[in-house]
């Protein structure tokens, strides 16, 4: 199994590996009127992956079909879950439509009947044509490439007859070992029983509202989770012939007076912008890729993580629970102009994917902030209703975790009452290169952030935590200048000094992302002329984790800087 929560008495088969494949084209038409049974599969291809990052099709637009064959006993009910895919797929199992995903970078879980048994096939179609009516969380503008492919696990599991778990949730409201547990039993209220770290399940008295539950219990040796000392509890709950455990940390998560609480005491965040990103694979990630990139913002003295901009893999916040990392999840989106903001479709698709972030990665203690729109919606009132709706969907889930928005209107915003803590997006000292005669404007850096943290200074926002949510510089890797100038690494390696400086020198920050961790692949084609090699360049690595000057500079000033 690969990510929690675990299911030890389901059957559980991964379906990873090499499927069939057949590519559709470009003029395929729409996911809905693909008939399958016509299809010749006469390639192979790996799941997780891109069919656009494969040699073969690299950069091609179009629907990719995967196939592959799956044996069960007739009339097992089946549960299958998908880590994500993009940008848009259905998915048939003998033909019959089980799903269709609109949510690209979410996770994914549907429940059917087997049929017959013996042998089943189960068909992905997965398109990564930008179509706006059809797939409105993606769009070409956004500022990382948008690719087509099954990008993380897909796992089968056996239905057990009678009840099962759907999902459990752990809450733990202060450090004493207190912890509410809830979620929903299929089938509705049975005899539960739970035992933590390990212990024999022994049973709960637990209220059921329909197939609701919910419970209370106190831990016999509570550990608290900190990044110093990411300690882990589990609680394994049996009902019927069904079993599920689950991961969590006590750990509480605050704000007050300017400050972001970890287990009651003020923590400053210092960390990255982090896209699962790979230049062979793009987001299809596996154990060892994301093992390297955590081995590497430890190096470099981290404890925070913006996970840009989209809903993390389980399996990388599973490390992070492990490692001791502070996650800020954001679901997806980028820029997205009032254009899209009005569209009904785009609205009720990002509140879908909000609330399924919320309740998959809800056990997480490594998740202690939740965003969404990055870079959009709060300047006009269109968009900051949809801001405030989102907010207001996390809370009914999650009222243990702060939530935010990258802004990049923060002067202007109108939505800041929506947020627990403000976040904003700024580039002084590098987007002005077009309009400056000074080649290094450096001195940008303290004056724009300056004039941002006083504006700040009001009725409204003075308690509120302050997270300098993106800044960086672009420099292409080996490219090294004497004079210091735009795309070299001396000139990123300065940059980042002084946004460091500022921000140990800063009292009213609480957080600090640097944009970004790792160079990667973006526009092909719109706005490809401001990105050299069409990635985003600003990343204190490349985009095979090869650092630039600036990595000894930051890690410099992390690892002297108190968490
Ligand atoms: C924005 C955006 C990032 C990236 C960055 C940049 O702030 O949120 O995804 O595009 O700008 O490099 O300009």
Redesign the pocket.
Known sequence: MYAYPFYPSRSVHSLDGIWEFAFLGADAPKLEEIRTDGIRFNELMAVPGCFDAAPKYAGVRGVGAYRRTVAVPANTKLRLRLGALGLRGRILWDGVEIALNELPYSQQCCEFNAGSGGTHELIFLIDNRFDPADTPLFHPF???YGYGGIYRSVELETLPDGVHFHRVQVETPDLSGRVIVSGRLAGGAAPLSAGFDGTAPEPVEAQFDGEKFTFEAQLDSPTLWSPDSPNLHTVTLRAGNDTIVERFGIRTVACSRGQILLNGKPIRLKGY?RHDAHPQFGPAMNDELWLEDLQILRDLGCNFIRG??YPQSQRFLDLCDQLGFLVWEESLG??DNVDVQSDPKFRRLQVEQTINMVETSINHPSVILWGFM??SGDDKEVGASLLRELAAAVRSIDRSRPVTN?S?HIRESIALDAFDVISF?L?PGW?EHGNTSDPRPLDRIPAALDDVLARLDTELLRDKPVILS?I?A?AIYGWRDRIRGIWSEEYQADYLDAVCRYFQSSSRLNGLAL??FSDGR?YAASNVLGRPRAF?N?GTLDEYRRPKLAYDVVKHHFKNLES
């Open positions: 956004y500022d990382f912008n840009c901009h980028w820029g990055n870079e990258a990049m997006n580039y987007y993106e960086g672009g944009w970004q973006t985003n600003k």
